[in-house]
């Protein structure tokens, strides 16, 4: 009975260590995954908290690019604004007044406007070059940062897709921390593109402005080379009272220099039925044959003519209205002649006229 006892207890004995031993597996082997499963949260969470700290370390890298953006924009305005530029407009403006007073002047008055126009312009010519060029550097580095911009754009948009793609519960606390920050991100550099468009935009407009002095600048070049024009008309008039007139190579060579207009040309001469009592001319010089002109008042005495279907007399085609005449209008000139048959045989003919001074 004794022996029978001690064996039962025995039995109860094992059945409860193996028991125990049973729990002790089994709770051993739930810690263990519940030590794995936080291990993993920590390892994810330390992930994100590294994405997020590299987010953020974008956020203050972008500062910087804010006011680097802001200085973009500064530059352009300050150019717009800048001593160089209001000199250029300046000197723009003063030689185009110079030159309309040339076009009024005669050759002797004008010599001095000229030489200021002629200065002006050639300080307009270097502040141009020089604002184009600056210009056209802010206008480089906006657009090279607006580049940077897309990239960066894209890549937060990559990002985000990322947190999408690792299957992050989008309700999660850490999802709408990341998130958020994306966003607010990607609408900085949304931001940031359309701001460096403008600046962009700004740079080109001015761009244009400057451009369309430069056209400006091309008209005043066009009223001074009329000028030296009439200066050398002047000469060709001075050569032909020398006796040394200049032979034309190329008509057509002078076409953009004077007003090319067909006349009706007549001749006279000295004798008492084509000039009466009259032995000067109405501007009270000696009258020279293959030289003197009559015209009408509208142009004046002095203006030199250059008539090309008479470039093979002594005077090769250059000549100086001198005189009046009671039937010359509009488009009529007289030629003065040394015979009266020479100007009968001459009659009436139309012929193109190039009238330099005005
Ligand atoms: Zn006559």
Known sequence: MHHLKRRSISIVVMLASIAVLVIAIHSSIYAMEEKKKQ??????????????????????????????????????????ESEETQNMYNNLASASEYAVKLESESISQGEEDEQQAVSCLSEVQILVDNVLQRNSDIANQTREMQNLCVVNHEASRKLLQSFKMENIDESSELYERLATIIL??????????????????????????????????????????????????????????????????????????????????????????????????????????YRTMAASKNLPFGTVLYV???????????????????????????????????????????????????
């Open 184 to 289: 607010n991100v990607e609408s900085f550099w949304k931001n940031s593109e359309e701001k460096l468009q403008e600046i962009i935009d700004k740079s080109e407009a001015f761009e244009k402005e400057i451009l369309s002095k430069q056209s400006e600048c091309d008209s005043v070049f066009e009223i001074l080379s009329a000028f030296e024009n009439r200066k050398e008309a002047l000469n060709y008039k001075l050569s032909i009272l020398w006796d040394e007139p200049r032979e034309v190579e190329m008509d057509e060579d002078l076409k953009g220099y004077a007003s090319v207009e067909n006349y009706n040309v007549t001749a006279y001469c000295a004798c008492y039925q084509c000039s009466g009592n009259n032995t000067l001319t109405a501007s009270g010089t000696m009258p020279k044959e």
């Open 39 to 80: 291990q993993l949260e920590l390892e994810r969470e330390v992930f994100y908290e590294k994405q997020l700290d590299r987010i953020c370390s974008c956020m203050s890298d972008l500062q910087e690019d804010v006011s680097e953006m802001e200085e973009l924009e500064n530059a352009i305005q300050k150019l717009m």
């Open 308 to 358: 090309p279907a008479l470039k093979n007399t002594p005077s090769n085609g250059w000549y100086i209205v001198e005189d009046r005449g009671g039937a010359i209008k509009g488009n009529r000139l007289d030629l003065y002649m040394g015979s009266h048959s020479q100007a009968l045989q001459f009659g009436r003919q139309t012929m193109e006229v190039y009238v330099f001074v005005k």
